[in-house]
Structure formats: C-alpha cells, structure tokens
C-alpha cells in the first residue's frame, strides 16, 4: 500500500546520524557467512553482571511488594511515579545541596524523547514566523540531536577549537566563544557533558560561560548528563554539574543498566518544565512505571549510586585505558593519529589528521578488514560548513569490546591507516 506522508511525517522519516549507518552494519554481519568481526560500533551498554544482578533482585522485590499491581495496573501523573521523583529529589538535594521541589522535574521515557519534546517546544519557529536554532556548541555532538528537530534546518552545529598534545597523540576540543552565536535567533542549547562520541568534559570555565550567554537571551540551556554522575558516573576526571537559573540538567538510567525501561527526567525552573510536561503529555501520558519503580528502590536503598561506583565507571574506565594503551602500541608513530582525551562516556574518539580517504571509505577498508567501527562524520549534526575537512577525518570506537580484541582492532587499524597514509 502506498501512503502520503506530511513533511514532518517525511522529516521524522528520514535516518539521520548513526541510525543511517547501523543499517549497514547489521546488514555486514548478518551476511558475515561465518567471518567473525571485531564489532566496535556498538552503541548499546554492556550488561555489567553486578548490575545485571541488582535489577533482577530489585524487580524480584517489587514483583513482591503491594505496590506491584499499582505501579504496572493504572495510569499516574504525567509528570511522572511519585515515590521515583520524591527519591530523585532526595537524592539530588543532599548530594549537591539543591533545594529542587517536584515543580523542577519531569521524568520522561528515556531522554532522547525529552530532547525531541525541548527541541521542538524551545525550537523551530515562532508564531511570528521566527526561526530559533537549536544549537549546539562543541560539535562533534550526541548523534542523536541530529533528528530530534522537526525543522532539519533549526539545528546548529558550531565548530570547536582543537588543542593538540602532539607528542602524546591526544587532542582535546575547546569551546570557540568568538565564533558561536547565541542571540535572539536561539530557542535552546544542547550539550552532552561527558560528550557521546568525544569522552569529552566540557570545563566549568565553558560551562559558565555559555550558562550566561543562555540566561542573557532568556533561553534554556540543556546539559546532556547521561554519563555524569551519580548515575552512571560514567566521568573519568573530576566535574562539577551547574543547576538553577536556565539551567536543565538531563539524566538517563540507560547507562546504569535500564535502557529497555526508558527512564530519564529533567531538573529545571518550572518555567521550562511546564511546556515540557504538557508537550510529552500529549504525545505519551507519561513514562512507563515499571522502570522508575525499580530505580527508586535502588536508588533509595543507595545501591545503584554505589553499583555505579564500584561496577560500571571501572569496567569502563579499564577499556579506555586498554584502548590507550593499544593506540600507543599499536598506531604506527608516523600517523598523525590522536586519540581525543578520554574523560568519560563509553567511547573512543580518533582523529586522523590529513587522512588521504574519507572516513566513510575508511569505514569500509575497516570492513574488509573485519573491523567496524563508526565514521566520525555521522556526529556533527546542524554543521554548516560542509568543506570543513576534520568532519570526515574521525572515526568512534565503542568501549564496550573486551581488552584483546581491542588490542586485536588496533593492530588491525594501524595496518590499514599505513597503508592509506602511505
Ligand atoms: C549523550 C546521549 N544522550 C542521550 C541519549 C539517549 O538515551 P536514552 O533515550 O536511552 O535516555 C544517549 C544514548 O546513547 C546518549 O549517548
């Protein structure tokens, strides 16, 4: 049957950023006839076996419990399951000494939904027929904002400085205050802090500074902690969240072992929670209950702040050390290879300067090579400057590989770039 679409029927149609890819992938490995590949685009956390075995026995105790059929039979409030929020609230306030009440929350399904519903309520068009950018201002970004405005053309992507530590092969991307825009044509501001695809931490330096450039256009300011602490403290080095004034801060449980339950919220001034509450309610009621019932156990008890701790940021800040330690051995010291500065996230960002063939190319010599990995250039959403050739020198390596095969990729990648340099 064929169907019309509308536009943004035909615009949230489109696979934008790494969703255009997987396909791709998926489509290598299932036709693999039995070629195995060092898989490093993975985008899916690891099921960490501690934190495997505290969900399991935290769902065995509410599947126990009188709240049960209440949590799973019936609606709730929209802006999300009371006991959650209040343990939210709790745990927020004594932890960064806040004075955050349930008008400063929403709890949404997942937070690539509440970034839909911020774009799209913060950005777009006026009435008076005004565009306002969603902008974000270190790019390379969260792949994932590339699709979540319902006019492809609000989105802005600004380009950051590159600090190189040249005899390290490392590098580091920098806020470039003189040349971002943030003006009356701003609706909002999107930051991931740890940054999907960089590991990078933006500094409390740039964070203020864009925190008064938002609060002096009266725009909210979106920080993207889905790898900051306390869960999943997924921040390798020391960082200090921003609350209060335009300030949302965004949290996900994807990374503390609950992406099947889509639970997320956002801590904010009511006046931006209120348009947020009654966007998603329109599209969804609320976020489903199940989840948010079993975070606030773990999370009241003080077990998933611990988990986190002493389970998931050290499974993965051992990876990336592997993956350094790889790099080092295994990228020839020839290459202008730099590896980005691994301050948290789950993944490793390569940059490689002056590489002879696009990243996509590389992609796909990686490929024969029974390498997958992600080309960088699926990450700058909204960049304007399609000539900027550092886009299409990247590529992301997921952290999620165990140590030998990391060092079996790297191997395998320094073989392919000599040859490509060469
Ligand atoms: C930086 C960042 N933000 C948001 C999301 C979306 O996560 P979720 O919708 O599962 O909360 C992801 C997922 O990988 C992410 O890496």
Redesign the pocket.
């Known amino acids: 049957m064929e169907v019309k679409t509308s536009k943004f029927g035909q615009r949230m149609s489109e696979l934008t950023g790494v969703r255009a890819i997987m396909k791709d992938i998926i489509e290598t490995l299932k036709s693999a006839e039995g070629k195995s590949f060092l898989n490093f685009s993975a ?1 899916n956390p690891v099921v960490i076996p501690q934190v495997d075995e505290l969900w399991r026995k935290i769902t065995t105790e509410l599947v126990n419990s009188k709240d049960f059929s209440n949590v799973v039979g019936r609606y709730g409030a929209s802006k999300g399951y009371e006991p959650f929020i209040e343990a939210v609230l709790k745990d927020y306030n004594n932890r960064f000494n806040l004075n955050l009440t349930e008008k400063n929350i929403l709890v949404s399904p ?6 839909f519903v911020a774009a799209n309520t913060f950005g777009g068009y006026t009435s008076e027929g005004e565009i306002r950018h969603l902008t974000l201002p270190i790019t390379p970004e ?1 792949t ?1 904002y590339g699709g979540v405005s319902l006019h492809k053309e609000c989105i802005k992507g600004f380009k950051p400085l590159i600090e190189i530590f040249e005899k390290d092969h490392e590098f580091k991307y920098r806020l470039d205050r003189d040349n971002l825009t943030i003006d009356k044509n701003t609706g909002c501001i999107f930051t ?1 802090r740890p ?2 695809p960089t590991g990078n931490i933006m500094s409390l330096e740039e964070v203020n500074f864009l925190v008064e450039k938002a609060s002096a256009n009266s725009i909210p300011i979106f920080f ?1 902690s ?2 900051a602490a306390p869960y999943p403290a997924l921040n390798f080095t020391e960082m200090l969240p921003v609350f209060g004034g335009n300030v949302a801060h965004c949290v ?4 503390a072992g609950l ?1 099947g339950e ?1 639970v ?1 919220f956002v801590l904010a001034d009511e006046n931006i929670i209120k348009p947020l509450e009654a966007f998603q309610t329109n599209a969804c009621l609320h976020s489903s209950r199940m989840g948010q019932a079993m975070a606030t156990l773990a999370i009241n008890s003080g077990e998933l702040q611990e988990i986190c701790l002493t389970a998931v940021k050290p499974f993965y800040m051992e990876r990336m050390i592997a993956m350094q330690e790889a790099a080092k051995k295994f990228l020839p010291n020839t290459i202008p290879w730099f590896l980005h500065r691994g301050e948290g ?1 789950i993944f490793a960002w390569i940059w490689l300067r002056d590489l002879p063939i696009s990243d996509w190319d590389l992609y796909n010599k990686l490929k024969e090579h029974q390498v997958i990995v992600v080309p960088g250039s699926t990450f700058f959403p909204g960049i304007q400057d399609k000539s900027w050739k550092h886009q299409y020198e990247c590529i992301r390596l997921s952290l999620t590989v165990d140590k030998p095969e990391i060092d079996q990729g790297i191997k395998i990648i320094g073989k392919v770039l000599s040859e490509c340099y060469s």
Do not use: I
């Open positions: 985008g997942g937070s690539q939904m509440l970034y969260y994932g991931s940054c999907n993207d889905a790898y996900t449980l994807s990374k992406p889509r997320g996230s």
